[in-house]
């Protein structure tokens, strides 16, 4: 009988071509016979289909049982739902309850609790799976409907049931919280893919160091590799990481992208440099691999500057103008654009709001002034000495978050910390006191100055979730900065993407202004947040970055953006200026004059007189 091969290919941050190597080397292990399942699991951003092209087979809503509503005609108002909901869904004013639905994480702690029955739970629909076949390759996806960012983990739970036999490519969501854990965490490999940008090095330490806080050791693969400096292989050297290949920094394989198409298939001299790559993906699969890191992770020190955020934290009184940059998906150029406005401004608030994978700080140097710990919620544990192994727990945990283990010859529940979301569940169920609930720390949060600035940023723990409420701190943050130093004009580097943490980045801000690239995917992503910026009535425009890859796909983007209601604001070359100005730790604009600066600065030019220099409404 074959092997069941899971391999996860992921990556610190997005663009660093991760699903352009997990359908090419789909395409090569299918033509060796192999029965071959391409998994998207990025179900925010799901693009592989764009190059596999898949006849489509099944499509069918995907569906959670989930409370929807309160039958107030049963309810009595006594407020145990509000009491114990450790999200803030539930609130109860002159003793009747309103649900908010969208704060809600289906827990089902508030059905256990309400002593009326009067919490309605109905099938709600999340996203939608798709099934189909790209050759004899399968491929199964999920879209998660806009406005669901914290159901993304459901929707990849739905995806992942479709691994059988053969190998099994899961296509990871970018970065390092509960998402891309959920992804990899029992893969039999992780293929960390990472370019050699400080930007790339910067996100692959953070992807090293979440596989093997949950016990995988990874391997690295090189894309856009070119002769920058010897950092990257240092780092890997330094961390004994194996790096099973790499594939140049070549412009025709990025005009293949952009085009939709397979590099094994339209570039021949490829294809054996992606055998070569797969052949040893599945070596290392069938292997068993220990973690080669001595050390855990330090925990985040927890002190006075703890700071619980909870869905109620309301900003504080000093708002300012604030301009969000974000993408469809990581790697268009985002943070890059971001460093380069703030050194055209030159005094401003500056935000850094893509905790899960932040790298504005590698251009603006930030001399940290003060900084703490964060917690966006709770964690669950259970006392093995208390426990006595009725499973109540574990019947009722609707997060898979309970363990069976043996303590002292005798059965007992244990929590998986990686899996909990601190929703309390199994305390409530549990007649014997054993379980108790810990203040969790996500994160980090830092106030800094800049050379352009005084800034708020932070760091999202590794394997850690609550990125959309570390994102709410640190534009809180920023609020309390603008008050100190008299500042009203803000710029926020938002995170990519269309879940939690770029709702949280783009709510209720001035303008929210999207970079994003001439590919096929580029496009389909572009659909996608402008989907969502639609949905919470944000002014914006669309910049299109290495506009020059494809010109039909810059033209099609503009017919979007028009088409959206959004305004189309310029068009920036193909310009490795920007990758050498990283490596200075300067902006664009400080590094270099060219054509690239100065549409950069025409377009800094065009937002900064819409946003800052017009009365707010």
């Known amino acids: 009988m074959e092997e069941k091969l899971k391999i996860a290919i992921s990556s610190g941050k997005g663009g660093t071509g991760k699903t352009f190597i997990a359908t090419n080397v789909a ?38 049982f989930s409370p929807v509503g309160i039958d107030n005609e049963k309810c009595n108002g006594c407020g145990k739902c509000e009491e114990n909901c450790m999200y803030n869904a539930i609130s109860v004013i002159n003793g009747k309850a309103l649900f908010f639905q969208d704060l809600c994480h289906i827990c089902g702690a508030c059905t256990l609790v309400c002593p009326e029955n009067a919490i309605i739970e109905k099938n709600r629909v999340i996203g939608t799976m798709v099934c189909g076949t790209s050759g004899k ?18 929707l990849i739970k739905k995806v992942k049931r479709y691994i059988d036999t053969g190998v099994n490519l899961l296509d990871s969501p970018p970065g390092t ?27 692959l330490k953070l992807s090293v160091d979440m596989c ?7 391997v690295v693969l090189i894309n856009r ?105 990581g790697g268009t150029g985002k943070t890059s654009i971001a460093a380069a406005f703030c050194a055209l401004e ?28 964060f917690s966006g919620g709770y ?72 050379r352009f600035g005084p ?39 938002g995170s990519p993407g269309t879940g939690c943490p770029v709702i949280a980045s783009i709510t209720g801000t001035d303008y929210a202004l999207v970079v994003t690239e001439p590919t096929v995917s580029g496009v389909h992503d572009l659909y996608r947040v402008l989907d969502v910026i639609k949905f919470f009535n944000i002014k914006s425009g669309v910049i299109v970055n290495k506009y020059d890859l494809n010109h039909e796909k810059t033209n099609e983007i503009i017919g979007i953006t028009q088409e959206a209601g959004s305004e189309f604001l310029g068009a920036i070359p193909y310009d490795k200026s920007i990758t050498k100005a990283q490596l200075k730790g300067l902006s664009v604009v400080e590094y270099t004059d060219n054509e690239t600066t100065a549409t950069i600065n025409d377009i800094w030019e065009k937002i900064s007189h819409s946003v800052y220099e017009t009365e707010k409404a």
């Open 177 to 203: 919280s509960c998402p891309v854990v959920e992804t990899i965490s029992d893969a039999d490999l992780c293929v960390l893919v990472a370019d050699p940008t400080p930007f790339g090095i910067n996100d």
């Open 455 to 493: 800034m708020s940023h932070a760091k999202l723990g590794v394997a850690e979730e609550n990125s959309g409420k570390l994102v709410t701190l640190v534009r809180n943050k920023k609020d309390e900065l603008a008050g100190k130093h008299g500042l009203q004009r803000a710029l926020i580097d």
């Open 212 to 218: 093997r806080e949950i016990g995988i050791e990874p």
């Open 225 to 329: 590799a070119e002769d920058l400096n010897s950092d990257l292989s240092d780092y890997c050297s330094k961390e004994g990481l194996e790096i099973i290949g790499s594939v140049a920094d070549d412009r025709a394989v990025a005009e293949c992208y952009s085009a939709g198409n397979l590099a094994v298939d339209k570039l021949p001299e490829y294809a054996d440099v992606f055998a070569q790559m797969a052949d040893r993906i599945i070596e290392l699969a069938k292997q068993d691999r220990p973690v080669k890191a001595e050390k855990k992770i330090p925990k985040i020190r927890v002190d006075k500057n703890l700071v619980q955020v909870g869905a109620k934290n309301t900003p504080p009184d000093h708002s300012s103008r604030e301009i969000v940059v974000i993408s469809g998906k």
């Open 346 to 373: 030159e005094k401003l608030l500056i935000a850094d709001c893509d905790v899960d994978a932040a790298d504005l700080h590698l251009v603006l140097s930030p001399q940290v002034v003060e900084q703490g710990a």
């Open 137 to 154: 390759i399968q491929v199964h996806y999920g879209l998660l409907k806009t406005g669901e960012g914290g159901m993304s983990p459901r």
């Open 27 to 64: 395409r090569v292990l299918e033509r060796t016979g192999r029965c071959v399942r391409y998994l998207d699991c990025d179900v925010e951003e799901p693009n592989g289909h764009l190059f596999l092209k898949p006849g489509i087979n099944q499509k069918e809503d995907a569906v959670v």
């Open 379 to 450: 964690m669950a544990k259970i006392d093995s000495d208390a426990c006595v192994g009725c499973g109540e727990c574990f019947e009722h945990c609707r997060f898979d978050a309970i363990k069976q283990v043996e303590h002292n010859n005798n059965t007992v529940y244990q929590v998986d910390e990686v899996s909990c979301e601190g929703c309390g569940v199994c305390r409530i169920v549990c007649e014997y006191e054993a379980v108790s609930l810990d203040v969790c720390v996500n994160g980090e949060w830092f106030l800094s100055e800049t």
